[in-house]
């Protein structure tokens, strides 16, 4: 059972998933569905100004969603817009879609299709790993770091050097 106030519970993600398993019915036939996997949002939280950030798990994908706490109206020229948005590890492309009932939501794909997960529980698993990957600054290790600093030290030339100017 999750804690009150879990953000998996929030009403928009419940509308979300409730969109995804209207979906469904339509999707079964195709070879990219798999019956092992149920539709579910895995780890939703507070992101950026008045979003929700998680990974919504369907028979047919794996996806990493940002979900306006308010409702964006339906745009059918936003559809299929790829947008940068940046996480903690790094910048990624998150394309926008959405639907009459719930408006405006942006995805990027973790996997898709998901037929390699044939475990219960792997591909909850693997949303979870995947989340805390790109939730998590990445490390800088003292390789990486020294490297950092001689790429600096390498940028300044004898001009800089001489006339002080350390940005030029």
Do not use: C
């Amino acid at each position: 059972m999750k804690p009150s106030g879990d953000p998996d519970d929030h009403p928009r993600v419940q509308a979300l998933i409730e969109l995804f398993q209207r979906i469904d019915a339509g999707m079964r036939d195709l070879p990219i569905y798999n019956d092992k996997i149920v539709i579910e949002a895995t780890g939703f939280l507070p992101f950026s100004d008045g979003e929700l950030l998680g990974v919504v798990l369907t028979p047919w994908f794996m996806n990493m969603i940002t979900l306006p706490i308010e409702p964006v109206p339906m745009n059918m020229a936003e559809i299929g817009r790829t947008v940068s948005i940046e996480l903690p590890a790094g910048k990624r492309a998150f394309v926008v879609g959405g639907d009459g009932t719930i408006g405006l939501y942006k995805a990027h794909s973790l996997h898709s299709p998901v037929l390699n997960f044939t475990l219960p529980g792997q591909a909850q698993a693997e949303a979870r790993r995947m989340l805390g990957l790109l939730m998590t600054l990445p490390e800088v290790t003292s390789e990486t770091a020294a490297k950092n600093r001689s790429d600096a030290a390498s940028s300044l030339d004898r001009r800089a050097l001489l006339f002080g100017n350390r940005n030029a």
